[in-house]
């Protein structure tokens, strides 16, 4: 029988099976913490696993008052670095969930 209709049942049980494991690995990025750094670890971020900026630790042997561009070219590049790490955890749990949504026969997804 072409184009036959999934049970509605069934995708609506797959899809709040999803919708739980969506909300588990949301709360799971929450609680996780990534670094990145720069100036080969004069500077670290620490982001939540959603990007959130949690820390940031600079060695005193940077701060330069008359060189507050390079301190702030630092920060900058160890909240990139950090950002980049927490957008590579959220693809690690979120992308297998992701791409089951087109498991669920449903359009657009």
Do not use: Y
């Amino acid at each position: 029988m072409p184009g036959a209709q999934p049970n509605m049942a069934q995708l609506l049980q797959q899809a709040q099976m999803m919708q739980q494991q969506m909300v588990a690995a949301q709360e799971e990025l929450a609680q996780a913490e990534v670094s990145g750094s720069a100036g080969g670890g004069l500077v670290t971020a620490t982001v939540n696993g959603s990007g959130d900026l949690q820390a940031l630790v600079i060695d005193p042997t940077v701060i330069d008052p008359d060189d507050a561009e390079t301190l702030a070219d630092l920060v900058v590049a160890a909240v990139r670095d950090a950002a980049r790490a927490a957008q590579e955890l959220q693809a690690e749990k979120m992308g297998p969930l992701a791409g089951g949504l087109g498991g669920l026969g449903l359009p657009g997804m």
